[in-house]
Nanobody
Framework: QVQLVESGGGLVQPGGSLRLSCAAS????????MGWYRQAPGKQRELVAA??????TNYADSVKGRFTISRDNANTVYLQMNSLKPEDTAVYYC???????????????WGKGTLVTVSS
């Protein structure tokens, strides 16, 4: 069983910073990519940033220059968020495209989300 657990959300003031973490655990054979999505109230879920196993990154235009996605040697991905704006307020979800040891093919896995609120 694979599990993604996010942490690091909270309340910050505009212009502040926050770092989100996502730890993937369980019987993982390989990970192709991990990323962060967010969903604001009344809006659709959107991709924020993603990183492949090779280190390639991709960002939404709205966060370029402010957010940075990274990963460590373990199956953990981070999202450093700087210069936060009220429009960044959303539930942030961790996503992983990975293959579990008991499956032949890769699948998408999702965390339960962590709330980020940017407000003064």
């Amino acid at each position: 069983q694979v599990q993604l657990v996010e942490s690091g959300g909270g309340l910050v003031q505009p212009g502040g910073s926050l770092r989100l973490s996502c730890a993937a655990s369980g019987s993982i054979f390989s990970i192709n990519a991990m990323g962060w999505y967010r969903q604001a109230p009344g809006k659709q879920r959107e991709l924020v940033a993603a990183i492949t196993s090779g280190g390639s990154t991709n960002y939404a235009d709205s966060v370029k220059g402010r957010f940075t996605i990274s990963r460590d040697n373990a199956n953990t991905v981070y999202l450093q968020m700087n210069s936060l704006k009220p429009e960044d307020t959303a539930v942030y979800y961790c996503n992983a495209d990975l293959r579990a040891t008991d499956h032949y093919y890769g699948m998408d896995y999702w965390g339960k989300g962590t709330l980020v609120t940017v407000s003064s």
